[in-house]
């Protein structure tokens, strides 16, 4: 209703040109076709594949005097000519001008515009610009008004999605429909940030598939949206995400984002609680930081976003802080979710080097992280965090800096587990406490390795992997705690009074 009358107000004042940036083109020109109603002008509508044609009657304005039908359609079609026939025309009138971006860089049609609209007083003529993107040239901006088209909150993605089941229900003759409440919040959450037709198109298909309304239906239409946003290769979507029931330890990690999971989920729906910023994992390389970070999202039922900091570095000036931009205001709009940074200190520099591009990259990000209002979790990681620079890792930046160490015996027992299960191999079957026992220092992935390798052992040989060969590949292997004892030792003491224990 607001829209609506903001939109009146609009059409009712002495601003002759309008540009409305929208995907949903057929529900703005029916709510031009309503403020009609109110309006006393004729209503047109131009496209280049029909010219100008009467809203209220449907009838093409063509003069086809002595041409061809060919001629006269190249004749109404053309923007030039266009523009020229409304210059002319004597009735007030208000035309909307549908996808009219490829044509506003030509000096001709920027001119006609523009004499149009300062003969506003005399001729009364409206031009309403209806496009996905189009950005009106300078001169034509102080006779400009943008008018946005919102997108649909809460309350009107929920009547949606009960009318797309009510739809359902008597296509199917009344039958009763799968669908509880948990699944219908998830949908909703997922929708946030989409047109109507788009969220009545993936509530469709959520909904035909199985014919039921479930969880199972959430990651495809993330990944619906995710595609449907025109991503640029900024951000890329992660379409696995681990549970933590396939991460070894990290206990308190998992405490504190078991606490925080439904002050997340709920953010914007009230707003007495602060939602959950993020959190920066440190600690020592193969620790498991990753996987952690791709856990937050699984658990938490969210889409992961991760960001490249090596893909937005351009070498055109200003390019490299659009790219953020737009990488930022994709994880906006597919919110709730969680925006993973890998290895954030290669991406994130304070140096020169790069004529000031690193220190206006982090200004941006820094900016952004201060304002953001949406539900975005970030998960960051790091192997060296002493080079980040102080302004990114102080409180209120993000929530909290966890430091993941060598996991402890109990931890190394669990992965041995993890990773015979996923590999198919009964963990009942092996020793894995002997086998905690011989791989003090081992990180997570050098656990990993020592499975893979010995399964390669195990199939040359043609027989069952055992106890005997895991210990032949704990033997060979040098961890990194053995190789770099130093800087893993003086990492461990940095740590111990200045992050909190993952584990």
Known sequence: ???????????????????????????????????????????????????????????TELSLSDKSVTESVDHAVDPKRTLAEIAACKEPSLYILLDFHPYIDDPFVVRSIKEIAQDYTLNGHHLVFISHELDMPAELNRFTAQFNISLPDREALRKLVISELKLWKLKKGNEKVRADKKSVELLINNLAGLTVSESQRLIRNAIYDDDALSECD???VQKAKYELLGQKGVLSFEYETADFKDVGGLHTLKRWLDVRREAFLAAGRQE?????????????????KSLAAKAVAGVWGVPLLRLDFGSLYNKFFGETEKNIRHALELAEVMAPCVLWIDEIEKGISTGDYDSGTSQRLLATFLTWMSENEKPVFIVATANDIQALPPELIRKGRLDEIF??????????????RIHLEKRGIKPQMIDVAALANQTEGFSGAEIEQVVVSALYHAYAEKCALNDALLMLEVDKTQPLAIVMQENIVQMQRWAAERTVSAN
Not at 272 to 288: A, N
């Open 1 to 59: 209703m607001y829209e609506l009358n903001d939109l009146l107000l609009l059409l009712k004042s002495t601003q002759p040109i309008i540009n409305i940036q929208t995907h949903e083109e057929r529900r703005t020109v029916d709510l031009i076709k309503r403020c009609s109603v109110k309006l006393k002008k004729r209503i047109l509508q131009w496209s280049v594949t029909r010219g100008l044609v009467d809203v209220s009657t449907g009838a």
């Open 218 to 220: 959430m990651e495809r």
């Open 272 to 288: 007495v609680m602060d939602s959950p910023k993020g959190i920066l994992l440190v600690g020592i390389q193969g620790s498991g």
């Open 403 to 416: 430091f993941v160490d060598l996991p402890p015996n109990d931890v190394r027992a669990d992965i041995f």
